[in-house]
């Protein structure tokens, strides 16, 4: 079955370091990854996504993930990180159901991410 | 354009009550999902549907949930005899598809609590 860690409840960073968020994936075949952040009382938005092609993927507030297929990692990253980064961040991984010929996503349980001024 | 909608924001409503969950997709998005955001956990996949197809239920946690989508548009989720543990944020999704590279559009949810 496939599924996605995130390793980490929490991460705390200081406005302007760089940030990471970690997330692993087990999948069988080939990967479609995802990374989703949620603000207070909103809905989840898209912010970027790897289908094939480049390890660096790059997407949505200046955030970009690096696919690693060795590692089975695709941690999200940004150089310089706003206090209005603060969220929860879920990585996710495309289930695809062969019987209906459809995505489920299949989500990690989230990273809340809290950038200090 | 209006994005996903979901009705209400908020619903709280007493053990053994039934309730009802509106959702109304992105006009033009022949795929809908929902899923269930519970207190420190990730996101669980509900239901699925694709146009006028038969829906995807393998993800409901009971026979007390339910869910149709008439005309192809607007969608409700309805819980029977709610449970405490039923508890949690429920989010619907649209896409424009089913297929491999159709990202999926969230609405905010509805946080219902059951007391």
């Known amino acids: 079955a496939q599924s996605v860690a995130q390793p980490e409840d929490q991460v705390n960073v200081a406005e302007g370091n760089p940030l990471t968020v970690k997330c692993t994936y087990s999948v069988s075949g080939n990967p479609y990854l995802f990374w989703y952040v949620q603000y207070p009382n909103r809905g989840l938005q898209f912010l970027l996504k790897?289908?094939?092609?480049?390890?660096l993927v790059k997407g949505s507030y200046g955030f970009e993930a690096e696919f690693n297929k060795s590692q089975t990692s695709f941690h999200l990253k940004k150089p310089s990180a706003l206090v209005s980064d603060s969220a929860l961040y879920f990585c996710a991984v495309r289930d695809f159901m062969f019987s209906g010929g459809y995505n489920k996503l299949i989500f990690g349980a989230g990273t809340r991410l809290a950038v200090h001024p | 354009g209006a994005g996903v909608s979901q009705s209400p924001s908020n619903k709280v409503t007493e053990k053994g009550k039934d309730v009802e969950l509106r959702c109304d997709p992105i006009s033009g998005h022949t795929a809908l999902y929902w899923y269930r955001q519970s207190l420190g956990q990730g996101l669980e996949f509900l239901i699925y549907?694709?146009?006028?197809?038969?829906?995807?239920k393998s993800g409901l946690p009971s026979d007390r949930f339910s869910a149709e989508r008439t005309g192809g548009s607007v969608s409700t989720l309805t819980i029977q005899r709610t449970q405490q543990e039923d508890s949690a944020v429920y989010l619907c999704?649209?896409?424009?598809?089913?297929?491999?590279?159709?990202?999926?559009?969230f609405g905010p949810g509805t946080r219902l609590t059951v007391l």
């Open positions: 999704a649209s896409s424009p598809g089913g297929g491999s590279f159709s990202e999926q559009f």
């Open positions: 790897y289908i094939t092609g480049d390890n």
């Open positions: 549907f694709q146009g006028n197809s038969a829906p995807d």
